[in-house]
């Protein structure tokens, strides 16, 4: 797996190889900045399930300026460490080994640009999680989730503040990318 653009471009990273981590490939980590921007003047980024650690650190190439990487797996969270010293870039990395919940609650009001969700195929409750972010003031408005989930996932267009920009298939992946809206803010808060 190698970091697809940006200062770290073809730079090749490791995969966690573990049974419960499914790896972004080259491909579909491209397309999904493709539909979020290709580069970024500083910001930060937060990957809620991080795995290896490949879509922080494609940001981080990219140009956001500091990125959390969390992940349940302490050997995931490893690799990412790994990673990033290899990178050389683990002093603008936040390290993060816990649940999805209390990640979001620790970070509650950080105003993250940026936020990459690719949990579980089995977790299904994508309006839970947005709606979390929501509650715990993660981003301002104009944020950006990119969520990626299998093919056949039910997702809503509007969820709290968000609302639904661009919806795509990848094969059996689809990748859905949402924005917070001032208004619905302002409504929901």
Request: one cysteine or more.
């Amino acid at each position: 797996m190698r970091i697809n653009a940006g200062k770290f471009r073809n730079h090749n990273i490791l995969m966690t190889n573990l049974p419960t981590t499914r790896e972004t490939s080259d491909k579909v980590r491209q397309a999904i900045f493709n539909l979020i921007g290709q580069f970024f003047d500083g910001g930060i980024a937060l990957d809620l399930f991080a795995g290896s650690g490949a879509m922080g650190l494609e940001a981080y190439s990219r140009g956001i300026s500091h990125v959390y990487l969390n992940d349940l797996n302490k050997k995931a969270i490893d690799v990412c460490r790994a990673n990033a010293i290899k990178l050389k870039c683990e002093n603008d990395i936040t390290f993060l080994n816990l649940d999805y919940k209390d990640c979001i609650k620790r970070l509650s009001d950080k105003e993250i640009d940026l936020i990459f969700l690719d949990p579980p195929y089995a977790m299904q409750n994508i309006d839970e999680i947005i709606s979390l972010i929501d509650d715990n003031n993660l981003q301002n408005s104009g944020g950006i989730i990119s969520f990626e989930m299998e093919k056949n996932t039910k997702c809503s267009n509007n969820i709290g503040s968000y609302v639904l920009q661009k919806d795509r298939s990848y094969g059996i992946k689809r990748v859905c990318i949402f924005k917070k809206e001032w208004w619905k803010w302002k409504y929901y808060h």
